[in-house]
């Protein structure tokens, strides 16, 4: 199984999960806390001052995703 075939599995699995009431809206946040922390997400404004950059430096040199309508730096390397 590759990493598209699994990530795939897991979405499916969480998603039939809390169809079936067996995870709430409480696991699902705590499932997406758990994820942000091992992709060490943080606003662009936070992880900018965090790492003594300004925030266009941030936002043009580090990965950048859009979630929930705002902007995020992606930095687990």
Do not use: P
């Not at 897991?10 to 091992?38: M, P, W, Y």
């Not at 990965?63 to 730096?73: A, M, S, T």
């Amino acid at each position: 199984m590759n990493k598209e075939q699994l990530t795939n599995v897991i979405c499916e699995h969480i998603e039939a999960q809390f169809r079936s009431d067996k995870i709430d809206n409480t696991g699902l946040v705590q499932i997406i806390a758990h994820i942000g922390g091992l992709l060490n997400l943080q606003t662009i404004s936070a992880y900018a001052k965090e790492n003594n950059l300004s925030y266009n430096g941030a936002k043009n040199f580090r990965n950048v995703v859009e979630l929930f309508g705002g902007k995020f730096v992606v930095d687990n390397d």
